[in-house]
């Protein structure tokens, strides 16, 4: 109730009470006095200034709840420039009309009275939840205080105005001064300012790896939102400000306008930061969202414009007689008027449907294709025909990144896909049962500690996670029992499900229920032959290829090949195969075909994709949480985004009981450091190499994504020699895990991705979990090492150290243990390269002098310049060769 109470009516009352002020404004203004306190023009300013920022986070930040939180409290701000012109608009209509008494009615409510728990719930939240239990708790503690403070003003502002007028008038009189501007501003403003000043310092300070832009971020908030408190509050505080401002009218307004101009600021850097920088998670196509809304808004003012000035027409003379209204010209008017709004009225639907084809023709050819799908199930009659037919339309229609239609099978208990692309599932297991009692499509958002799905088993939950289904909608048979599902993973879009596409779906399971119900003889009248069974899955479809259940394989330990569960001897080298950690086949994902690498994160298999028919390499990381399988999914999607000549593709990410597997493009070149084992590198090829690499980079941190994991073994060759960076976008996923779960200790080995580690202080005798480390230990940087926040830097440092090995043949920072490791990295104990190798070009001398300075001012600010440098090298060896 709560929850509803603030994401549904507080918005609600705060869009109503904007709408009207903006209404309010547009019919006073010409009337208005002149304010020289406050512009009169700067009211709609505001009001559509963060009313647009509102709408942007609400309406394109429906899945990120920190997008919401900020949005709510945008909506919630513009109320309190609406107030000023409702009061001007009232004064226009006398004493006891209709009309002044409802804008009274909205100047009572105030849902800005709710402005400090939207900003705390953000605070809370962003860029991510305190990862210190005692802050949490604080945090929820202003959360508290900020809700009940602002439900109490909230209810005194709307109750006590109808008090004044029943017999506890006296007594409501009494409270009439905390209805004040002064007392509410004055409450609320404090714990308003209070969130702003954690929010800025949470960013800053207590999360070091926030990055770079989302400081930004946070500074652009603080300097826009900073200086509008503090004018509202130096007006509050009784130390003359407010009377020094009337006698210096001209300080007041360059103050006012010097507000207005930072606040512009920030609502356009927020708005920046959220479409490019991705700080929040929000998806708007904003130039044909806007089209598309002035489209529909002018249809339905084509619409309704002709009816309403008829009737106003009327209304304002009413008091004369209808041959006088008709008389003269205006028949002619009226019948126009008339005909227009009938016509407009009556063609409304198809008008509205011709703005849809034209803007989005896509989501318009979805909903086509859904509604016809509705009466083209009635023609199925078996369920591997309805599964097939079911997948393949709404796939066609919403394009998604996986679907599967199960159908339970009565003999074994068993939720089964006909088409065998995704594991049975137990009909009577919990996650069975919640989907049997849910009407409506339901949500699978792991990551949401207030869903019901919470509270399933582990196994339940893992199951969802290795389906990647985010949206299930039942089937129900007519007495309430559940027939089957239907899966659905998200869009490749990108784009949440609306609404629309919930409904249309429902009325997909709906038709689906009358066929399994004929199927499984559930219907009241059974045909002459008796009921109808659904079939056993081997003879479901026997046009499907036989795929086999995910079982584990079986793989011999001395070539790494793998082979189905019951082969006992590898038909390579004969000798006896030991159980895998992997299946043999992924149902209608992949088939692992061979074990080609081994390392910290887990092991590398050659497979197959069954679907696209393309060799790909798997690997395997370690087992983890069915929340953090989704999370590691998202960021694989992320990083799935990003393409690039030298950048290994990312196909996807799957999970299989908890083990999460990174799909990449198989490199059959082998590694950089397979390279460099076989003998050292030429500096030409060296160059080119780095040049591939640091323009791969620049492409990676345009996108806002860090590697922080590279080294020999994250560069691989195509068959043609080609190279290509790997693993781009996982690490940071994968060490918000290890952060979370405090894991591991430190390790020193190449092919190790480091887990969640201890850092040794400034006090050589001490150590603590203060700060984590993300990467192999050999390739990090003097910043990494202290702890900083993950920069570019970070990446640039790491890629010198590799171009370094490949002339030297060997690693740089090895042996010893790993504190004195650690120590040789911070202080940047680097080796001179004539030292190592006498005969080498000074040009490569003077360029890892730059690269691997101790000083980080010393050293490349991007990506580019490494690129550029490295150019100017390979120019300067060339004109030597030449």
């Known amino acids: 109730m709560k929850n509803f109470f603030a994401t549904r009516v507080i918005p609600a009352l705060a869009l109503v009470k904007?709408?009207?002020?903006?209404?309010?404004?547009?019919?006073?203004?010409r009337s208005a006095p002149v304010d020289i306190y406050f512009p009169t023009g700067l009211y709609p300013f505001y009001m559509l200034e963060f009313g647009?920022?509102?709408?942007?986070?609400?309406?394109?930040?429906?899945?990120?709840?920190?997008?919401?939180?900020?949005?709510?409290?945008?909506?919630?701000?513009?109320?309190?420039?609406?107030?000023?012109?409702?009061?001007?608009?009232?004064?226009?209509?006398?004493?006891?009309?209709?009309?002044?008494?409802?804008?009274?009615?909205?100047?009572?409510?105030k849902p800005g009275a709710l402005m400090?728990?939207?900003?705390?719930?953000?605070?809370?939240?962003?860029?991510?939840?305190?990862?210190?239990?005692?802050?949490?708790?604080?945090?929820?503690?202003?959360?508290?205080?900020?809700?009940?403070?602002?439900?109490?003003?909230?209810?005194?502002?709307?109750?006590?105005?109808?008090?004044?007028?029943?017999?506890?008038?006296?007594?409501?009189?009494?409270?009439?001064?905390?209805?004040?501007?002064?007392?509410?501003?004055?409450?609320?403003?404090?714990?308003?300012?209070?969130?702003?000043?954690?929010?800025?310092?949470?960013?800053?300070?207590?999360?070091?790896?926030?990055?770079?832009?989302?400081?930004?971020?946070?500074?652009?908030?603080?300097?826009?939102?900073?200086?509008?408190?503090?004018?509202?509050?130096?007006?509050?505080?009784?130390?003359?400000?407010?009377?020094?401002?009337?006698?210096?009218?001209?300080?007041?307004?360059?103050?006012?306008?010097?507000?207005?101009?930072?606040?512009?600021?920030?609502?356009?850097?927020?708005?920046?930061?959220?479409?490019?920088?991705?700080?929040?998670?929000?998806?708007?196509?904003?130039?044909?969202?806007?089209?598309?809304?002035?489209?529909?808004f002018s249809a339905l003012t084509l619409a309704a414009v002709p009816s309403l000035a008829l009737v106003l027409y009327l209304y304002h003379h009413r008091d004369k007689s209808l041959s006088e209204l008709f008389s003269g010209n205006r028949v002619l008017l009226l019948l126009t008027a008339a005909s227009v709004g009938a016509a407009t009225l009556r063609y409304r639907r198809t008008l509205l449907d011709a703005v849809d084809r034209r803007y989005f023709r896509e989501q318009y050819d979805a909903r086509q294709i859904l509604t016809m799908l509705v009466e083209r199930i009635r023609a199925i009659s078996d369920s591997a025909s309805l599964a097939s037919l079911v997948a393949r339309e709404i796939d066609l229609a919403l394009h998604l990144e996986g679907i599967a239609l199960l159908v339970l099978e009565e003999r074994s208990g068993m939720l089964i896909d006909p088409r065998r692309r995704t594991t049975r599932l137990d009909a009577s297991s919990a996650l069975a049962l919640l989907v049997s009692n849910a009407s409506d499509p339901l949500a699978t958002d792991l990551a949401d500690p207030r869903s019901p799905l919470a509270y399933l088993p582990e196994k339940d939950r893992q199951w969802l996670a290795d389906s990647g289904f985010l949206l299930i909608v039942p089937i129900?048979?007519?007495?309430?029992?559940?027939?089957?599902?239907?899966?659905?993973?998200?869009?490749?879009?990108?784009?949440?499900?609306?609404?629309?596409?919930?409904?249309?779906?429902?009325?997909?399971?709906?038709?689906?229920?009358?066929?399994l119900e004929l199927a499984q003889g559930h219907s009241t009248g059974h045909s002459k032959g008796g009921p109808r069974r659904l079939p056993p899955p081997d003879e479901l479809d026997d046009t499907l290829p036989a795929v086999p259940v995910a079982e584990l394989a079986k793989e011999c330990t001395n070539c790494g090949t793998l082979f189905p569960s019951y082969t006992v001897f590898c038909a390579n080298c004969s000798r006896r195969l030991e159980l895998s950690h992997v299946p043999y086949v992924l149902p209608g994902k992949f088939r692992f075909e061979k074990r080609i690498g081994i390392g910290g994160m887990g092991v590398v298999y050659r497979g197959a994709d069954l679907a696209l028919g393309r060799p790909v390499a798997v690997k395997t990381l370690r087992r983890v949480s069915?929340?953090?399988?989704?999370?590691?999914?998202?960021?694989?999607?992320?990083?799935?985004?990003?393409?690039?000549?030298?950048?290994?593709?990312?196909?996807?990410?799957?999970?299989?009981?908890?083990?999460?597997?990174?799909v990449l493009e198989l490199l059959e070149g082998g590694t950089l450091a397979h390279r460099i084992e076989k003998g050292r590198m030429t500096a030409l090829e060296m160059a080119e190499l780095g040049i591939a690499m640091a323009d791969a980079l620049a492409q990676l941190h345009a996108s806002d994504i860090l590697h922080r994991d590279i080294k020999p073994s994250n560069i691989g060759f195509t068959r043609d020699g080609v190279p290509k960076l790997m693993d781009f976008g996982i690490a940071r996923a994968t060490f918000d895990l290890r952060r979370d779960h405090l894991l591991g200790a430190v390790e020193n080995d190449e092919d190790s991705f480091?887990?969640?580690?201890?850092?040794?202080?400034?006090?050589p005798t001490s150590l603590t979990l203060t700060k984590q480390l993300v990467g192999t230990l050999s390739y990090l940087s003097p910043e990494a090492i202290n702890g900083d926040t993950p920069t570019v830097n970070f990446d640039l440092w790491s890629l010198a150290?590799?171009?370094?090995?490949?002339?030297?043949?060997?690693?740089?920072?090895?042996?010893?243990?790993?504190?004195?490791?650690?120590?040789?990295?911070?202080?940047?104990?680097?080796?001179?390269?004539?030292?190592?190798?006498?005969?080498?070009?000074?040009?490569?001398?003077?360029?890892?002098?730059?690269?691997?300075?101790?000083?980080?001012?010393?050293?490349?600010g991007s990506a580019v310049e490494m690129r550029q440098r490295l150019e100017a090298v390979r120019t300067d060896l060339l004109k030597r060769t030449a």
Request: proline share 7%; charged share 15%; aromatic share 10%.
């Open 116 to 296: 400090a728990f939207y900003l705390w719930s953000f605070a809370r939240d962003f860029p991510a939840p305190p990862s210190s239990p005692e802050i949490g708790r604080r945090v929820d503690v202003m959360i508290a205080v900020s809700a009940t403070v602002g439900a109490v003003l909230f209810g005194l502002n709307l109750l006590l105005p109808w008090l004044a007028t029943t017999a506890l008038g006296p007594f409501a009189s009494q409270f009439a001064p905390m209805r004040g501007k002064g007392f509410y501003f004055g409450i609320i403003m404090p714990l308003t300012t209070a969130a702003a000043v954690y929010l800025v310092w949470r960013g800053s300070v207590q999360e070091p790896a926030a990055n770079r832009r989302l400081r930004v971020f946070l500074w652009g908030v603080a300097c826009g939102l900073g200086p509008l408190f503090a004018e509202v509050l130096l007006e509050l505080l009784p130390f003359g400000y407010r009377d020094w401002t009337l006698v210096h009218p001209r300080y007041k307004l360059a103050n006012i306008y010097t507000v207005s101009a930072l606040t512009l600021l920030m609502t356009a850097g927020t708005v920046y930061a959220t479409l490019v920088h991705r700080v929040l998670d929000v998806r708007l196509i904003a130039r044909r969202a806007v089209q598309y809304a002035l489209a529909r």
């Open 626 to 662: 069915p929340e953090d399988a989704m999370r590691l999914r998202r960021e694989a999607r992320t990083a799935a985004a990003v393409s690039h000549r030298h950048l290994a593709p990312v196909y996807g990410m799957e999970t299989w009981q908890g083990t999460p597997m990174l």
């Open 754 to 763: 480091l887990p969640a580690t201890a850092v040794w202080n400034q006090s």
């Open 476 to 515: 129900l048979a007519r007495d309430g029992s559940l027939l089957g599902f239907i899966g659905l993973g998200p869009k490749k879009s990108g784009l949440p499900f609306l609404k629309e596409d919930k409904q249309l779906l429902h009325a997909i399971a709906s038709s689906a229920a009358w066929v």
């Open 18 to 29: 904007a709408v009207a002020g903006l209404a309010a404004w547009l019919a006073s203004f």
């Open 52 to 109: 647009a920022t509102a709408a942007l986070l609400i309406l394109g930040g429906r899945a990120d709840r920190r997008a919401q939180s900020l949005g709510f409290f945008f909506l919630t701000a513009v109320t309190a420039w609406t107030d000023h012109p409702l009061q001007a608009a009232g004064a226009l209509f006398p004493p006891g009309d209709p009309a002044a008494a409802l804008i009274a009615l909205l100047g009572s409510v």
């Open 801 to 860: 150290v590799v171009l370094y090995e490949c002339l030297l043949g060997r690693k740089i920072f090895s042996g010893g243990d790993p504190k004195q490791l650690m120590n040789r990295i911070r202080m940047g104990r680097v080796p001179e390269l004539d030292q190592v190798l006498p005969n080498a070009d000074e040009a490569l001398g003077e360029f890892f002098r730059f690269a691997l300075h101790k000083t980080l001012s010393r050293r490349p």
